[in-house]
């Protein structure tokens, strides 16, 4: 995937994801809503059943009841709505001094049914406003991303410009310090100070721009080695080995160097004091292993903008995952003991 294609891509899932915050809070808002208003609709029902019976009770002009006269049940009190499993029913004192009661009840079917109404009804209203709710979601995650989306549109593009700028005075620098006496220290210094600006000039470049990738042919020790020699220099302290064979690689030459550069970065970087950095070929294999004071969350570590510590931007593993998907090349990593290792299938 492009870089370009990945920005978008990352674009679309925050708007999705803003999008589908903004709309469970209306939607659950909407369900609470609606759903105390469905109780208060089935109590108001009740209600008026009720006293729709108890006026029944007095005048018998309704056909929508019918009664019965039977025993009063101890438990069960006058004139207030009882519930069973055929009917809604309220008992009426016959004359006074009588153990029997008046029985007027209302079959729970046809109740059922004016209940299923008023859901169906409440339902289309839920509904309806859920669609405006979605409507109203998408245009207020636009809204919301609109500025960020168009800041980072312009640190990008100032990005761009100011990499685009810093090539010619690095280029300047290093031919010039090729001319000096390469033996001061000062000099050695200010040129090593000058390859690793150039390197994560490299670096952004290689992340920032979509490139055509074009297939040459050259030994795997000659990016091993070259890369080796610069951070070696800088991380002298390390143990280093470097074991492998000159396996001939037919690949982007420039993009691979790039993706051996940053597995060296991120294992020097966050190694121990004493640690080690061992390299060696198995088959087709490449493997970089590196001590390390171990990785919190290693699913992470190839996503973009994570890092563990303060160290960094969090793009250099970021940029080895996107020229490994861009090459064809497949990547493993394994953690063991807190020893880091990253192999790359060569084939």
Same mark, same amino acid.
């Given at each position: ?5 990945? &920005?978008?891509? /990352? ?12 709309? !469970? ?19 108001? @029902? ?25 025993? #009063? ?48 009804? *409440? @339902? #289309?209203?839920?509904? +309806?406003?859920? +669609? ?6 998408? !245009?207020?995650?636009?809204?919301? @991303? ?34 000096? $006496?390469?033996?001061?220290?000062? !000099?050695?210094? %200010? ?16 992340? @920032? ?11 795997? $020790?000659? =990016?091993? $080695?070259?890369?080796?020699?610069? +951070? ?6 390390? $143990? ?8 001939? &690689? ?28 061992? %390299? ?8 970089? /292993?590196?001590?390390?004071?171990? *990785?919190?969350?290693?699913? #992470? ?18 940029? !080895?995952? #996107? ?16 020893? =880091? ?7």
């Amino acid at each position: 995937m492009s870089e370009e294609s990945a &920005i978008k891509y /990352s674009e679309k899932e925050s708007l999705l994801k803003s999008f589908l915050l903004f709309f !469970v809070v209306i939607e659950l808002f909407l369900s609470f809503i609606f759903y105390n208003f469905y109780k208060l609709e089935e109590e108001h @029902l009740s209600g008026q059943l009720f006293l729709e019976m108890k006026n029944y009770s007095f005048f018998f002009d309704d056909d929508r009841f019918d009664i019965d006269i039977v025993p #009063k049940e101890k438990k069960s009190e006058f004139y207030e709505l009882h519930f069973e499993k055929e009917n809604l029913y309220i008992l009426v004192p016959l004359a006074e001094g009588k153990e029997d009661a008046l029985k007027i009840f209302y079959p729970q079917s046809n109740y059922q049914a004016l209940l299923d109404s008023l859901l169906n009804g *409440i @339902l #289309k209203q839920f509904f +309806f406003l859920s +669609f405006i709710a979605l409507i109203i979601s998408l !245009v207020f995650s636009f809204y919301a @991303l609109s500025p960020m989306r168009n800041a980072f549109i312009l640190l990008e593009e100032f990005i761009r410009d100011i990499i685009h700028d810093l090539n010619t005075p690095i280029t300047a620098i290093l031919i010039n310090l090729k001319m000096m $006496d390469a033996k001061s220290e000062e !000099v050695q210094s %200010i040129s090593q100070s000058a390859k690793t600006i150039s390197m994560l000039h490299k670096n952004l470049d290689s992340y @920032l721009k979509e490139k055509q990738f074009k297939k040459e042919k050259f030994t795997l $020790d000659e =990016v091993i $080695d070259e890369q080796v020699a610069f +951070f070696s220099s800088m991380y002298d302290y390390l $143990d280093w080995k470097v074991d492998i064979t000159p396996i001939m &690689i037919e690949s982007d030459k420039h993009a691979f160097s790039r993706i051996i550069y940053n597995l060296l970065s991120n294992a020097c970087k966050y190694n121990t004091s004493h640690g080690f950095i061992h %390299i060696k070929t198995e088959g087709n294999l490449l493997h970089i /292993s590196n001590d390390s004071y171990g *990785i919190k969350k290693p699913d #992470k570590i190839f996503e973009r903008f994570y890092k563990e510590s303060d160290r960094g931007v969090g793009i250099g593993l970021h940029i !080895v995952e #996107k020229l490994c998907a861009e090459l064809d090349i497949e990547k493993k990593l394994e953690i063991k003991d807190n020893i =880091v290792t990253v192999s790359l299938s060569l084939s």
